[in-house]
């Protein structure tokens, strides 16, 4: 983890969303080609498709990431017993 310049932290997974997200943004202008060229409805839905779950999963790596880290600096000293409703929370967030 890193400190931004306005204060904020850069957690590690941030590069890995950073990318995703690009990958996700050159996909979405194929689909704005793919729609002014006049292509199929189905394979239009089908692209849109696979941008949504980018961004998605781009979004709960983030959250997840987030809650992590903040999570840890906060817990971080606690006995396994006293920090375990913090772990299982942490746990079920995933599944959001």
């Not at 849109?48 to 979004?59: G, M, N, P």
């Not at 987030?66 to 746990?91: A, Y």
Request: glycine letters at 4%; proline letters at 0%; hydrophobic letters at 35%.
């Amino acid at each position: 983890m890193t400190e931004s310049d306005d204060g904020h932290t850069i957690h590690h997974h941030h590069e890995a969303i950073a990318k995703r997200l690009k990958r996700a943004e050159g996909h979405l202008r194929s689909v704005v080609q793919m729609i002014e060229n006049g292509r199929d409805c189905v394979d239009i839905a089908q692209q849109l498709s696979a941008v949504e779950k980018a961004i998605t999963q781009a979004k709960k790596t983030l959250i997840q990431d987030h809650l992590d880290h903040c999570l840890e600096d906060v817990v971080g000293s606690l006995s396994r017993k006293e920090r375990q409703s913090i772990d299982e929370f942490k746990t079920i967030t995933k599944y959001l």
